[in-house]
């Protein structure tokens, strides 16, 4: 029974190594990071995908920073949120009274690891935001609560971003006026 439990650690030990940091930002890889399509051609169709140890509000503020980014790099001055999504996946996480550790889906149907007879599993959320922005030169309308300065948006969360090492992120200086 030892040699079971020990199994059981090292398989848990094993799963939870790859993912013990939350998502940085960073070009999509492995499924996490940001993407973007364009759609037209001030259009894009910009996501942000964390792992389960990133943060909803993380993984939106990414989303507004990839928007700002491509807003700046295309010339342009502001963007309007006009669609935006935030998906929750869930995931469980369950270990065995009798043997080993698993894995689960949302409806409690056993998915990988050691066998046992009875289990508890407890929730792993992970969540990927997505939003259609569009993008104008010149300054943002006042009462546009859908539109974000880009500047603005790099200046207020550019301190909050956790880029992952080797990824370039546009700055802009807190007293920079452009």
């Given amino acids: 029974m030892r040699a ?3 199994v ?4 848990l030990a094993g799963l939870l190594a790859g993912c013990g940091q939350p ?5 999509a890889a492995n499924g996490y ?9 001030n ?14 509000d993380t993984v939106q503020n990414y989303l507004l920073y990839r928007a700002a980014e491509l807003t700046l790099d295309g010339g342009y001055d502001y963007f309007t949120v006009v669609d935006r999504n935030l998906d929750r996946s869930t995931a469980y996480w369950g270990t065995g009274d009798t043997l080993g550790t698993g894995y689960f889906t949302r ?9 046992f007879t009875t289990y508890s ?6 969540y990927t935001a997505y939003a259609d922005v569009v993008m ?5 309308a006042a009462g546009d609560v859908n539109a974000y300065d880009a500047r603005s948006v790099l200046r207020q969360l550019g301190p909050s971003i956790q880029a992952a090492p080797g990824v370039t992120r546009r700055t802009i200086e807190p007293d920079a006026q452009q």
Avoid at 23 to 27: E, K, M
Avoid at 121 to 126: C, F, K, M, N, V
């Fill in 121 to 126: 599993a407890r929730p792993i959320d992970s």
């Fill in 136 to 140: 104008f030169e010149g300054e943002k």
């Fill in 4 to 6: 079971h439990a020990l």
């Fill in 23 to 27: 998502t940085p930002y960073q070009p």
């Fill in 33 to 41: 990071g940001y993407s973007e399509q364009q759609i037209e051609d």
């Fill in 43 to 56: 259009r894009y169709r910009v996501t942000f995908a964390g792992n389960e140890l990133t943060a909803a």
């Fill in 107 to 115: 409806h409690g149907d056993y998915v990988g690891g050691l066998g």
């Fill in 8 to 11: 059981s650690v090292l398989a």
